[in-house]
């Protein structure tokens, strides 16, 4: 069954303002990371944040990770509209066979 | 210089051909993935191959054959195209199967099947 699902499956915000998009998986994991797709494209990794982590930050995104309610969060501070995207959180497991597996993606529009 | 690379972008068919899905990575990475993107967006992983060998096979039908020559290249053989086959499929590589490295993705072929 699919590990990852996202909150809020869309949401639309200002530029300027602050985004945050939730994540909640299913079993134990050895990571989480956060992926962005443009519409079209692919996807492109943005941050990988470890089991044993509990908070990271790359630019203007923040990412929060609390295994104990398996779930993590996906701040982007200050959007622009070049942010307009989906946004996917994927688990990387270390019980079975080592596999990336997505959430549905939470589709982010930043309106100018 | 692309990373991964992917062809063709759009693949237009018909109902019972076979078609292929090329892939190739220069990023020296031992391990590729195909992954299938559907209507809702979800994103399903198919196969992963470390160093040329199959490691994941995620139930997917035997009309899906994953070829690779070496460890550059995965391509996606589908035999008998079926309505249901119609997607976005991407492929990805990373550097090892340990499920803690980040993945690189193509800019996926989008299959319409009629």
Same mark, same amino acid.
């Given at each position: 069954s699919q590990q990852g699902e996202e909150d809020p499956q869309a949401l639309s915000i200002q530029e300027g303002e602050n985004a945050t998009m939730n994540c909640s998986y299913k079993t134990s994991i050895n990571n989480l990371q956060w992926y962005r797709q443009n519409s079209g494209r692919g996807l492109v990794h943005l941050i990988l944040i470890r089991s044993n982590e509990r908070e990271k930050h790359s630019g203007r995104l923040r990412v929060t990770l609390d295994t104990s309610k398996k779930s993590s969060s996906l701040l982007i501070t200050a959007s622009r509209a070049a942010d307009t995207a989906s946004y996917f959180c994927a688990t990387g497991s270390t019980s079975g066979t080592y596999k990336y597996i997505f959430g549905t993606g939470t589709r982010l529009k930043v309106l100018a | 210089d692309t990373a991964v690379s992917q062809t063709p972008k759009y693949l237009v068919t018909q109902m019972g051909n076979d078609k292929s899905i090329k892939c190739e990575q220069n990023l020296g990475h031992d391990t590729m993935y195909? *992954?299938?993107?559907d209507s809702k967006k979800f994103l399903k992983i198919m196969f992963s191959y470390n160093n040329k060998e199959l490691i994941i096979n995620e139930t997917v039908p035997n009309r899906f054959s994953p070829k690779s020559p070496d460890k550059a290249h995965l391509n996606l053989h589908?035999?008998?195209l079926e309505l249901g086959d119609s @997607?976005? *499929? !991407?492929? @990805?590589?990373s550097p090892r199967d340990r499920g803690s490295e980040k993945? !690189? !993705?193509g800019s996926g072929t989008q299959l319409s099947v009629l």
């Open positions: - | 195909w *992954y299938k993107q589908i035999n008998s @997607a976005v *499929y !991407f492929c @990805a590589s993945l !690189f !993705f």
